[in-house]
């Protein structure tokens, strides 16, 4: 069989699997042979994107779509999917990150006739361990992995030595309850991909020590990667700010989450060295997510923050052509847009 017959199998056969289930799904295997699908070659586009809560299959511990959720019904949700869908449109990624998803239905929803449109693209999802909220993170991608998504399952105790947070309560273990881990090849290099959706609440004394321990979680993962000459890409909501990088409204970080991701500090201090993607634009476009601080249902200036961040390892950095955050609407309240905005890469495309 021809190789673009098989992928175009793979595409029907995972696209029935997703709609047959009514449960959340998850659909973290590569095909038998990975293609490139983008629509020019003259362009390789990375973007992430917390979509805010991309739910439609009910999810009762969070009452979501429902009262307790953005979406209150299942009818805000599907608009709600437009909404994205409308900015996927614009952004014409080739690789996609997606943070707060429920399932690969969402995923093959976004993709259908009914909102993309886009055959191009193939869902990938590993499902997380976050109960609570149900939410995990997956890509829509025009460019195949070499390996199907996995997760690390390790904990690491927080506080961690010298932490910073806060935090007074006994020691205690976390992992990285959303993320996966794949690999691809680029400019003749293997390159380990991480998506990821660390917790939240930058300022919260316990959170903020959790997250750093998610982080020399992620750090382990890197390190073993970089030992066996792989370049790094990380991406998503972090949850937090980066001290170095500064956002439009220079936001300090109680945590050394940033920097342990970096290489900067944690266990493998100096071991490594990734860099922000925030670094080639203006620090007044550092900004990637709203709080509606003072209550008035309105975005303003002040209350914006960049938490939603790409890091690269040096040799990619040289790669890149272009980095912005997609602005493209407004943030207030009862809007159907995400409450974060995309961060776009542009690469060269001569992988």
């Not at 699908?37 to 009762?60: G, K, P």
């Not at 599907?78 to 996927?88: F, G």
């Not at 998610?214 to 890197?222: D, H, S």
């Not at 943030?331 to 409450?339: A, R, V």
């Amino acid at each position: 069989m021809h190789i673009y017959s098989q992928v175009l199998l793979y595409i029907i056969c995972m696209y029935i699997s997703i709609y047959n289930s009514s449960a959340d799904t998850q659909c973290p295997t590569t095909p038998e042979y990975a293609s490139d699908r983008r629509l020019s070659q003259n362009s390789f586009r990375i973007v992430q994107y917390n979509v805010e809560w991309l739910f439609v299959d009910y999810y009762a511990p969070m009452d979501c779509p429902g009262a307790h959720c953005t979406w209150v019904n299942q009818s805000e949700a599907l608009i709600h999917m437009k909404y994205v869908a409308d900015v996927v449109r614009t952004l014409q990624p080739d690789i996609l990150n997606l943070c707060e998803v429920e399932g690969c239905d969402e995923l093959a929803m976004l993709i259908s006739n009914e909102y993309l449109g886009d055959p191009s693209y193939i869902p990938y999802l590993k499902q997380g361990t976050d109960t609570s909220t149900g939410q995990n993170v997956g890509m829509i991608t025009r460019i195949d992995p070499l390996v199907s998504l996995y997760r690390t399952e390790e904990k690491v105790q927080y506080p961690l030595p010298g932490s910073n947070c806060g935090y007074t309560g006994s020691p205690a273990n976390v992992g990285v309850s959303k993320h996966y881990i794949t690999e691809y090849k680029w400019y003749g290099r293997p390159i380990a991909v991480i998506g990821l959706h660390l917790l939240a609440y930058p300022e919260d004394p316990t959170r903020c020590a959790e997250r750093e321990a998610q982080a020399q979680v992620i750090q382990n993962v890197i390190v073993q990667y970089i030992a066996n000459d792989y370049e790094i890409l990380v991406l998503g909501d972090f949850n937090d700010f980066d001290g170095e990088t500064l956002d439009l409204n220079k936001n300090i970080p109680s945590s050394r989450v940033l920097r342990i991701l970096k290489g900067l500090d944690g266990q493998y201090t100096g071991k490594y060295s990734l860099e922000n993607c925030a670094e080639g634009m203006s620090q007044s476009e550092r900004w990637t997510d709203w709080w509606d601080q003072n209550g008035d249902l309105v975005s303003s200036s002040n209350e914006f923050s960049m938490i939603d961040h790409v890091l690269v390892s040096p040799f990619l950095k040289t790669k890149i052509r272009a980095v912005s955050v997609y602005h493209g609407y407004a943030e207030f309240y009862g809007k159907y847009n995400s409450d974060h905005y995309p961060v776009v890469i542009d690469l060269d495309p001569n992988m």
